[in-house]
């Protein structure tokens, strides 16, 4: 794993546990603490952020996704935990427990697609790119039908975005024509931001636009400190867990933040969540292998 899709990656897991562990449990359970009003006064209203930070870990994780995608690599355990999380949308005892499983489909979407989009000849490959956006504008254009499908498609573009950032750091595209195609990308995101209910007044283009800026430089001036940092092993874990932990957060995090009070209750749901991580991420690699040996 390269070192800025792992500096993106983990970044990403502690920013979605803040966002949607700690601060929307506590949103609503109704409880205040200190540290959540000063960051929202103090750093994410002036910086036009909402979801404490929660959005902005997901775009970062799906621009980490696409550099990887275009780079030929997949996570294997995307594939079982994709079909958990659609298998337990379709029962009905268990829709709607996963909030956040929609993050892993909408990944192993994008990679089935880069990964069509790899078969181009190499010039022609950024032509792949735009139809993705074009295929995202037209599922963001589906609110009125599909509210659920056009809001998943308009954090689509920040894997386009991992992409773009891929060819133009592998010679396949210029910095112009990957700025005009990521611009491409913002504007999506800003019609959604428009057309989606469940997107209004949360500035989510202003948050996809420091996605694509940090994503850009992690991945194009990444240095021998930020390799250092990749090969800390904390950071590493939190990147090759990452599928696993962001939809857990909600789904299992916040009953287990309500057996204890705070901060003991928040702890236990921590530990909890990267247990299960631990476990699934070990499980789906070795289901993905012993399926791939069987094929």
Known sequence: MRTPVVLLSASA???TAYGYLFGQWADRHDQRFAVLDVTR?????????????GPLGLMLLLVAAGYAAAAGRAPGELYPLAVLVVVAHLLPPTAGLVPLGWVPVLALAGFLLARGTALLPARYRWTGQLAQLVLALNAVALADFVPDLSAAAAFFPLFVAGQLLHANRAGLLPAWGCGLLIAAAL???SIADRVVPELDGWWYPLAATYAMLLGAVAFLLAGPTADRIAANPVPRWLAERVWWLVPLYAAVGHPLAGLLPHPAGILVAAVGVGLLAEAGHRGSRLLFQRTKEAV
Request: no cysteine; proline share 5%.
């Open 13 to 15: 897991a502690v920013l």
């Open 41 to 53: 006064e103090w750093i994410a209203r002036p910086l036009g952020l909402g979801e404490d930070f």
């Open 187 to 189: 504007a999506v995101v």
